[in-house]
T-cell receptor, first 115, second 112 residues
Framework: AQSVTQPDIHITVSEGASLELRCNYS??????LFWYVQSPGQGLQLLLK??????LVQGIKGFEAEFKRSQSSFNLRKPSVHWSDAAEYFC?????????????FGTGTRLQVTL | NAGVTQTPKFQVLKTGQSMTLQCAQD?????MYWYRQDPGMGLRLIYY???????DKGEVPNGYNVSRLNKREFSLRLESAAPSQTSVYFC???????????FGQGTRLTVV
């Protein structure tokens, strides 16, 4: 069965500092991996996705993530955090089951940005 | 440019009451999903529909029923609400371009 682990429940960084959010997954084949962001009271917005190819993927809002098969990881990074990045971040792994795909989510990491 | 629309946005129910959460998408997506979000537990899949006319159970289906009314609409019904169903419910849809899902804004349900 597929699963996702986000070991950090809550992270606080200063504005302008770099950020790395960790994600480890378990999946039997080549995974489809995603990072979503959720602002308070909002739905989930896709930040970036990885299917195959280049293991460093670029997303919206200056985020990037690196797929490391040997470590079963897909960590999210940003070189310089802005106060507006404060939100909850979810890593997800997707599988195709017949004609449907199901996304399995991690428990999320809440990012706080101090000024 | 509506995407995935959920109604209502907020709802308070008494234990034992029933209600239906509505979801509609205008992206011509085949697959639709219902998730619930609880603190510290991420999003858990309740039911999904791979295509019009089909539905399947997800991780936490007990206490819920769904209907894929047509390609656009996928409703979630609570027949007899329980306090354990207090949660934020998200509907999502997916097209054929890739397995990423697009989410609605959520329904915050409180059962007292």
């Amino acid at each position: 069965a597929q699963s996702v682990t986000q070991p950090d429940i809550h992270i606080t960084v200063s504005e302008g500092a770099s950020l790395e959010l960790r994600c480890n997954y378990s999946y039997g084949a080549t995974p489809y991996l995603f990072w979503y962001v959720q602002s308070p009271g909002q739905g989930l917005q896709l930040l970036l996705k990885y299917f195959s190819g280049d293991t460093l993927v670029q997303g919206i809002k200056g985020f990037e993530a690196e797929f490391k098969r040997s470590q079963s990881s897909f960590n999210l990074r940003k070189p310089s955090v802005h106060w507006s990045d404060a939100a909850e971040y979810f890593c997800a792994v997707g599988a195709y089951t017949g004609t449907a795909s199901k996304l399995t989510f991690g428990t999320g990491t809440r990012l706080q940005v101090t000024l | 440019n509506a995407g995935v629309t959920q109604t209502p946005k907020f709802q308070v129910l008494k234990t034992g009451q029933s209600m239906t959460l509505q979801c509609a998408q205008d992206m011509n997506h085949n697959s639709m999903y219902w998730y619930r979000q609880d603190p510290g537990m991420g999003l858990r899949l309740i039911y999904y529909s791979a295509s019009e006319g089909t539905t399947d159970k997800g991780e936490v289906p007990n206490g819920y029923n769904v209907s894929r009314l047509n390609k656009r609409e996928f409703s979630l019904r609570l027949e007899s609400a329980a306090p354990s169903q207090t949660s934020v419910y998200f509907c999502a849809s997916r097209g054929t371009a890739g397995p990423e899902a697009f989410f609605g804004q959520g329904t915050r349900l409180t059962v007292v």
